[in-house]
């Protein structure tokens, strides 16, 4: 039987040819790398020319002291960790929501997350839930501003102060958001930010540690190139003597090139974001039984990714709500509106917690010598974080972001919602 939904015959809402790719090359991008390619420096000891510049270029765009440069975000939070002195066995707090790069770096400095529940509002780390975690191994509090809403970093401040940690922000997706006027990542002691692909500002692959912190920025500029004590000496004294185990984690010259020519355009880019996200926020919340993302008015967001959750009391579900969620899904995509799950389990759910001899293996860096305790990641102990999986979906994918997308998109997105949303009898019986 032919229906009204697209996932069911009917026909689609969001005309083809109407999405733009992400990230957004422009000819001065291409420019940029080429004349990388003309110059003929591929990378150096601690960074190249064009590295140099692009860290010169955050450091100011921050208002930061030192801003390095990175093959990754989660390279750039492990140096950070490092930098601010983890040591085997230390805790670093964290969030049970968020991506990989935020609890890998913890484990690669041998140290052992503790997991805290997220504020089913923000979805950030819930700031009242933290002091109940504190042990005296604590060492670093691992906040995470996901999809650009800055973390409640007064709270977390004034925790780290009474208890003397060091607070690293995850600022991977919130590159140019601002909290109380201060912009995210350069609020705590250290951050680090990603620039893969998907990201407000990208190089394709790559990422920034940044402090104000002249004795961290030196431990990080150890770690990033092989344990070495890098000075600005010409190529031919470097010693090659390692000081501690180090990486290589640096950005190659390309890729710096490409995200130089890029960050010229990241107001730009977040401006679209933002006016993207607003209109989406006001009129999806016309649409009885959703949700969308809430911005406290102490901070601002780049709406990285928009996630919006459905409310299944208001809705009178008689189902599941997961399954709601996924016929949900099926049926925007349908009409032609990006959507995507991004992450359906918390951290803590992970295979590498739930079995914690596949992490370094012989059970490290849990039953390392330098930690005593038992400990058991319980998923059913982070239940606002299952429940956000459970009710929220979000508008966006890698490949087409809202951070470039025209508001005549953005006008078919709504109308797809409103029409699934008037047609929610015809949904549930698909
Ligand atoms: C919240 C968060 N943390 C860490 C990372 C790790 O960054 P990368 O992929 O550049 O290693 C990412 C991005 O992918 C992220 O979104």
Redesign the pocket.
Known sequence: MKGKLAINGGPRTVPEGLKKQWPNITQADKDAVMAVLERNVLTGPDHGPETAALQKAWAEFTGSKHALAFN????A?HTALFAAGVQPGDEVITTAF??S??CLPILQQHAIPIFVDIDPRTYNIDASQIEARITDRTKVLLP?H?HGLPADMDDILALAEKYDLVVVE?A??AHGSAYKGRMAGTIGDLA?F???A??NFSAG???FLLTDNDAYAERARMLRTFGEKLTEQKERFRSYACYTIGWNYRLQELPAAFARSQLKRLPQYNAIAQRNGEFLSQELSKIAGLIPPYVPADRTTIYHKYRLRFDPDALELKMPAVEFRDKLLDALEAEGVTVSLWHYTPMPAFPIFQNLDIGYGNGYPWRSPFYDKEITYRPEEYPQALRMFATSLVVHNEQYSITIQDMALMECYVEAFHKVFDNLDELLTT
């Open positions: 990754s975000g989660t390279a939070l968020s991506f790069g935020t995470v996901m995850d991977c997706q680090g990603s620039l893969n998907t990201k692959e790559g990422g």
